[in-house]
């Protein structure tokens, strides 16, 4: 460093004083060819000392003032450059159903800024029908979607590239439910009877189940579709059942309106066990959002291992975060809510999907079986 500086100082004093030494001097033909050079742009400096007293005795106290000066960093003598924050990623997830005590793993994540931590800006959106979000991952409008296994496989079979990448409920919440005044207490009562329904894939699987060892089919029932109304519609007469995908906190919500339920189960029925609540991927672009995926999935488990420990806190969490959520059958519910939760949300049980492929053609209900590599994939979280 020492040396790099008084090299461009002896240069300087050179080409200062050169046109005030006379020719006389003992500086010889080379040098002040050089300094010519300089001058002229052709050349880089060739710099010696001789006899001159005037030119040693600049460089000698040249010297001796740089070794007296302090040695001080050479990016200190200009401006810091500003702290670029790291680039984050953008995923558009497009919920279910409105916001719900079953996105507690979404919220709590992007509340305590677990999906931050990963780089990512996620955004939460529900849907104004829940039978597209889905098809919005299908048409590249959005990264991931929620919806059930069942929707996946009916999707899939109409040759829509999703594929399942995580699940938040790997159990079915489903059930039909009747109001206690209706005078429905077995299945074989619904002949002729308006059941409403919010996903046409949920219904038709479910409702052939309940009917499988019935004396009607269910072409005996009329299938009505409802949207996010299945409450209001049973509580106001519109139907005579519904079939709530989310059964738990349906059934509490019309007992705080004053609406007392019964459930019919499909207690006989070969019906196989599904993943009630999966997230879903365009199969054909994840390998671009591969790793913005898998660090998802991170804060997606970070946040479940949380509220499993601390349900408390994350009740209180998700009600401040979502006031809508903050009513009473909702706090009632929460502790059952809990225990529905995916621990390891990336874990792919393979059986479940090939089983319900199989059920699907037995039925009927599907004419080829899908590979389970256009259904789900297992991806590694970092």
Request: hydrophobic share 45%; aromatic share 6%; proline share 9%.
């Amino acid at each position: 460093m020492l040396e790099r500086r008084l090299s461009t100082l002896l240069m300087s004093v050179w080409l200062v004083i050169s046109p005030s030494v006379p020719a006389a001097t003992t500086v010889d033909a080379e040098a002040a060819a050089s300094a010519q050079q300089v001058a002229a742009g052709d050349a880089a400096p060739v710099l010696r000392l001789h006899d001159n007293p005037l030119i040693r005795q600049l460089a000698e106290g040249a010297e001796a003032a740089f070794l007296a000066a302090p040695d001080e960093p050479y990016f200190a003598r200009s401006e810091p450059e500003p702290i670029t924050p790291p680039p984050t990623h953008t995923l558009r997830v497009m919920l279910d159903w409105y916001i719900n005590p079953y996105h507690a793993p979404l919220i709590v994540a992007r509340e305590r800024g677990l999906f931050d931590r990963e780089g990512l800006d996620v955004t939460l959106s529900a849907p104004a029908d829940p039978s597209v979000p889905a098809k919005l991952v299908a048409a590249n409008r959005a990264e991931l979607a929620l919806t059930s296994q069942p929707t996946l496989h009916r999707l899939v079979a109409r040759d829509m590239p999703l594929v399942r990448v995580a699940t938040l409920i790997p159990l079915p919440l489903s059930g039909l439910l009747v109001r206690d005044d209706a005078r429905i207490d077995s299945l074989a009562q619904l002949k002729g009877k308006t059941v409403g329904y919010a996903t046409e894939s949920v219904a038709q699987v479910y409702l052939d189940a309940l009917l499988e060892q019935q004396p009607l089919t269910p072409d005996d029932v009329t299938l009505k579709p409802l949207d996010f109304a299945l409450g209001r519609a049973l509580a106001e007469g519109d139907v005579d059942a519904i079939i709530a995908p989310l059964r738990p906190t349906e059934r509490d919500g019309l007992a705080q309106q004053g609406v007392a339920t019964h459930e019919l189960t499909p207690e006989e029925s070969g019906l196989p066990l599904y993943d009630a609540l999966i997230i879903v991927a365009n199969r054909d672009t994840l390998g671009q959002h591969r790793r913005d995926v898998s660090h998802f999935l991170k804060a997606l488990e970070q946040s479940t291992l949380w509220i499993i420990q601390h349900p408390d806190k994350a009740w209180d969490l998700i009600r401040k975060a979502e006031p809508a959520l903050d009513t009473q059958a909702n706090a009632d519910a929460w502790p059952n809510v809990v225990r529905y939760f995916a621990l390891r949300p990336a874990l792919l049980q393979p059986e479940r999907y090939r089983g319900f492929e199989r059920y699907l053609k037995a039925r009927g209900l599907h004419k080829t079986i899908t590979p389970l590599s256009n259904l789900a994939v297992e991806l590694d979280v970092p």
